[in-house]
């Protein structure tokens, strides 16, 4: 029988430990030392309160720390059914380290019974490479056969290649990307995969600005993908 994940504690202001944290206050989510998000909040009366220990780096919010264990306390209490959906979004040429991180990601949320949706978005010249596409789609199904059962197999829908996951029953399920003891808080894996996608978004916008420089000026300047598709 699998242990029921324990909720830990949340360390606030001079609890956190570490040197530095992502911090999510108002419209900004920016890495700061710890020491000045402390600032920050102190300047701004209020607390500095660790919502993912987890994430590298841990992500903290700035908030009054009694109103937001109040509306944390009111919000499970009245919250209605929400759709038991997840998604996790892929790039064709994404590297192993951040693999890992959303397939631990789509294993925890399929540990706490959501269905998860997996998209890969082509960009640009990406296209040409729909059949890498399919390949890093096939590798995640392949990774998460012992969590999930595949609702709906991978299909292009324009730019986007969709796949959709089902948990597979609780007892049945053998994690590959964290150990089965580890603890998991859903929130924290929330907000680590929120602070990941914004990182991500931010990237893709900069990579798309220099793809549309790039055909202004008529030079093609391959992604990693193309150029290991030339070589082989």
């Given at each position: 029988?699998?242990r029921r994940p324990r909720q830990p504690r ?15 206050y108002g419209e900004h989510n920016v890495v ?135 948990p597979l029953p609780s007892e049945k399920q ?59």
């Amino acid at each position: 029988m699998k242990r029921r994940p324990r909720q830990p504690r949340t360390r606030v202001n001079d609890r956190i430990r570490s040197p530095e944290i992502r911090v999510i206050y108002g419209e900004h989510n920016v890495v700061l030392p710890t020491h000045k998000a402390l600032s920050k909040a102190k300047q701004l009366g209020l607390d500095l309160v660790e919502i993912a220990p987890h994430a590298k780096p841990p992500v903290c919010r700035i908030v009054d720390y009694g109103k937001y264990k109040y509306e944390q306390s009111k919000q499970k209490k009245t919250d209605k059914p929400k759709k038991r959906e997840k998604e996790v979004k892929f790039r064709v040429n994404i590297g192993d380290h951040d693999y890992s991180i959303k397939m631990t990601h789509a294993e925890d949320f399929l540990a706490h019974g959501f269905k998860v949706r997996i998209q890969l978005q082509f960009r640009g010249r990406q296209m040409a490479h729909k059949d890498l596409g399919f390949k890093l789609m096939d590798r995640v199904k392949e990774d998460l056969e012992t969590m999930a059962h595949v609702d709906l197999e991978p299909k292009l829908n324009n730019r986007n290649i969709l796949m959709m996951l089902s948990p597979l029953p609780s007892e049945k399920q053998k994690r590959k990307f964290r150990p089965e003891d580890e603890e998991v808080d859903l929130e924290e894996v929330e907000a680590a995969h929120a602070a990941q996608e914004d990182d991500e978004s931010d990237e893709h916008d900069e990579h798309d600005e220099h793809d549309e420089h790039d055909e202004h000026d008529g030079n093609e300047v391959p992604s990693g993908d193309e150029e290991d598709t030339q070589d082989s």
